[in-house]
């Protein structure tokens, strides 16, 4: 779709935001007092795609890591079930990528559950590479670090060099 067009998000972005969030399952749902705040203050890491009728089809919401601003983070992608398979989330990911490396940051991180196959699958395709450097435990195939969000949380860490 020619006609979708990729943006910094908007502070009042967020309510829409939070919607569509809520059909974007299996990604965790936040409070929206989340969105608000990537919206707010880190509008330049975080973008929409808005689609000709003026609704949202996707996003993206990201930082820049304070501690180390050469790292970027991808905190959630959303891509609304009827625009799948559009290449949105492409689109978002590399808008936030071309984003960061005029920022200077040289390398994106992100997690996902080893459960989310098209979230793992997705990520491969656009080159992420899963991070093994910590403990890793074999879930259905899929090598998650152990307890990377508290006891039991195992999370697939991926990154990826830009600029």
């Known amino acids: 779709m020619e006609d979708i067009k990729i943006r910094s998000t908007l ?3 967020f309510v829409e935001i939070a919607d569509l969030a809520e059909n974007c399952g299996p990604m965790e749902t936040e ?6 705040i990537f919206t707010k203050f880190f509008r ?3 973008f929409v795609a808005e689609l000709p009728s003026g609704e949202l089809g996707g996003f993206i919401l990201g930082f820049i890591s304070q501690e180390n601003p050469e790292d970027v983070y991808i ?5 609304d079930p009827k625009m799948r398979g559009k290449h949105i989330g492409k689109k978002l990911v590399e808008k936030f990528a071309e984003e ?3 920022k200077e940051c040289k390398k994106i991180y992100l997690i996902t559950k080893p459960v989310n196959w098209n979230s793992i699958s997705f990520y491969k395709k656009l080159g992420f590479l899963e991070d093994k450097s910590r403990e890793t435990i074999n879930i259905l195939g899929v090598n998650a670090v152990k307890n990377y969000n508290g006891m039991g949380q195992h999370m697939v860490v991926f990154y990826k060099s830009i600029g």
């Open 100 to 102: 960061a490396a005029l």
């Open 11 to 13: 502070e009042e972005d």
């Open 75 to 79: 905190h959630l992608l959303c891509v």
């Open 31 to 36: 409070r929206n007092s989340i969105y608000h």
């Open 44 to 46: 330049s890491t975080s």
